[in-house]
């Protein structure tokens, strides 16, 4: 790695964040719709996610890969923080912007963390391995 890809690395990563966490908030809102929390959203959002990375990513690979598990891991923990805070407010009648301001990160991560089942989570790990699978391999040539 050359000193002068570092920023572009970097942007890269910021770029993955970003849309990881555009997808947690369009995920909570399909699961409000739903009325449930819809975990295995996740591998829409991976698929999503990958398909979004791929293409603006040059070449298949390990970096594509990481970058997309990235981004769908940053979704489901996204997801999980704003239904906690939904919750929050939900319960004690307040708006979402006041819950998450009141409770902080540390307390909507706590809480994010106390409703998380073992299935849950099974499906994240799957929506990023999904994400890193397409991700990783190659484009099928057009023509």
Known sequence: MKPRDIPLYVFALFCAAMMGLAVGATWMVA?????QSAPWLALAAGVLLAWAIRHWIRRAGV???????FATLLAALYFNVLMAAIQLAGNFGMSLTEAIRTAGTGMLLALAQLGLR?????????GALLAAWLAWRRATPRG
């Open 31 to 35: 699961a409000m719709y739903l009325r």
């Open 63 to 69: 970096g594509a890969a990481g970058l997309a598990a």
């Open 118 to 126: 073992p299935v849950d989570v099974a499906w994240y790990v799957a």
